[in-house]
């Protein structure tokens, strides 16, 4: 019998990878854990989702070295990211143990975040955690160029609203948005 999820192991385990990806994305990926958890509160694949979570970045392992991206920065080096993801989970996870059925599921979780669209309901709250967590000055601030933060912002404005499935996604998103837009424009002196 596999050992019970162990949160703390697990995140002390994938933290020195995730360092290694885009500046920001160790951060990003606990907001998005925090709005897992609390988009997902009390569902049986919980921990799964959390997994996902943590790890649904790390094909950006080493693509780049540690800087702010722009957003064509980010375009030009994505599908690249997303190609490096299945096999560095797979091979993680089966040195952890976790089932053929567990690693498909997180690797569809992943892959879902990655297209930015859900399929199923557990998809659904990946995605929703994902784009909730960008409407944050702190994920700005940490990934983005300064110059790069108000583009940015229109395109979650844009996109989001037809990427947001769960009813608590949708709910949070617009005071969320506006928010983000405030801190933007207080740092920005707008």
């Known amino acids: 019998m596999k050992t019970p999820f162990n949160e703390e192991l697990f995140k002390a385990l994938v933290e020195p990878h995730l360092l290694r990806c885009r500046d920001g994305d160790w951060n990003h990926a606990q907001r998005v854990v925090k709005w897992v958890k609390e988009l997902g509160n009390g569902r049986n694949d919980i921990n799964l989702l959390v997994i996902a979570a943590y790890i649904h970045d790390i094909g950006w392992r080493d693509v780049l070295p540690s800087q702010k991206l722009s957003f064509d920065k980010l375009l030009e080096f994505e599908e690249k990211a997303n ?3 299945k096999p560095f989970i797979i091979d993680l996870l089966t040195s952890l143990k976790y089932t053929k059925s567990e690693i498909t599921i997180i690797l569809d979780l992943v892959d879902a975040a990655d297209a930015h669209k859900s399929n199923t309901e557990t998809e659904a709250i990946i995605v929703d955690a994902d784009n909730l967590s960008k409407l944050d000055i702190n994920h700005l601030k ?17 996109k989001f609203p037809n990427r947001m499935r769960t009813t608590k996604g949708k709910e949070l998103y617009p005071s969320l948005l506006e928010k983000l837009k405030m801190s933007i424009d207080s740092e920005l002196g707008s």
């Not at 933060?149 to 395109?155: G, Q, S, T, V």
């Open 142 to 158: 940490e990934k983005f160029l300064r110059e790069e933060w108000i583009k940015m912002y229109e395109l979650w404005k844009e």
């Open 83 to 85: 190609q490096n993801s």
